[in-house]
Structures are given as structure tokens and as C-alpha cells.
Nanobody
């Protein structure tokens, strides 16, 4: 059974940094295109960063240059390094395989709050 456990969120001031982790079980993340998603209150879930099985990465324009997605194959974990955080980055962050056919399951996510 597939399971994603996200962690690393918290309260941070504008301009600060956080590193999110997504520990996967039931799948081997390096074989899949993996993404970090976020959902703010009243808004739809959006993809903010992706890492393909080829290790190519891509980012939403809103986070480009500030966020970095990476993958640790040995630990079967996907990370999201978030720098220069802004109030508009406040959301629940989750990871998942990018193919939408897998989106019937989501982990619990981790809350990121950017506020002074």
C-alpha cells in the first residue's frame, strides 16, 4: 500500500526557509515523476515543483528561483527546500506522483505558515 508521510512544515517569518520531507513507502520514488503540491484555504491544489524519474526538475513560476526539489533514492524520500518564503506560500504542502491517475490518495500533508 502506498503511503506518503510529509514533515518539516511550521511557522516561519517572511524571508525565512524551510525544508520539507516526503517519506514514501509502497513505491520506489525514483521510478516515478514526483511532485510537491500545495493547497491554500479556499483555493485549488496546485503543483509547485516536480522531479521526473529522469531527475529533470520543473517549477511553478511563483516559486522558481526560491524552491528546490530533490530526491534521496537511498531513503526513498523527496525533499522541497523553500527559501525566501512569502506570505502567499502559506498552504498545506503534500507530495504525490504527478500522474493524476494516482491522485485518489494523498498523505496528511504538512502546514506551512509564513507570517510575521
Amino acid at each position: 500500500q502506498v503511503q506518503f508521510v510529509e514533515s518539516g512544515g511550521g511557522l516561519v517569518q517572511p524571508g525565512g526557509s524551510l525544508r520539507l520531507s516526503c517519506a514514501a513507502s509502497g513505491i520506489t520514488v525514483r521510478f516515478y515523476d514526483m511532485g510537491w503540491y500545495r493547497q491554500a484555504p479556499g483555493k485549488q491544489r496546485e503543483l509547485v515543483a516536480g522531479i521526473f524519474s529522469t531527475s529533470i526538475t520543473n517549477y511553478a513560476d511563483s516559486v522558481k528561483g526560491r524552491f528546490t526539489i530533490s530526491r534521496d533514492n537511498a531513503n526513498n524520500t523527496v525533499y522541497l527546500q523553500m527559501n525566501s518564503l512569502k506570505s502567499e506560500d502559506t498552504a498545506v504542502y503534500s507530495c504525490n506522483r504527478m500522474a493524476t491517475k494516482y491522485h485518489d490518495y494523498w498523505g496528511q500533508g504538512t502546514q506551512v505558515t509564513v507570517s510575521s
